[in-house]
C-alpha cells in the first residue's frame, strides 16, 4: 500500500485534532494514535496476565483451568474479560 493512500486519513485526524483547540500536523497525529495503541496494548496485555495468574491461584478442577486458560489465550482481551466476568466463582459477602 502506498502512503498516498493513507494521506486522506491522515488529514482527517489531523483537522480533528485541531478542531480540539491545537495546531497539529499529520505526523503528530499519527504519532499520538501510535501512542493510544500503545497505550491500550499494555492495558490489554496487563488484563490478560492477571486473568492467567488469577486462573493458575484459584483452587478449580484442572478441566476449568484447561478451557479458561485455552479461552484467555486463543481470545486474548474478550477472553480475559469474559473470565473475569463469568468463570469466576461468585462468592457471597456475610
Known sequence: MQLRSYTPLLSLLAVLLTACGEDVSAGEAVG????????????????????????????????????WGVVILVIPFLGAIL????????QTVI
Not at 83 to 90: A, C, I, S, T
Open 32 to 67: 499520538a494514535g501510535i501512542g493510544i495503541w500503545a497505550i491500550g496494548s499494555i492495558l490489554a496485555f496487563i488484563l490478560v496476565v492477571w486473568a492467567v495468574i488469577d486462573l493458575i491461584k484459584k483452587p478449580y478442577p484442572m478441566e476449568k483451568k484447561l478451557i
Open 83 to 90: 473470565y473475569f466476568l463469568l468463570g469466576r466463582n461468585k
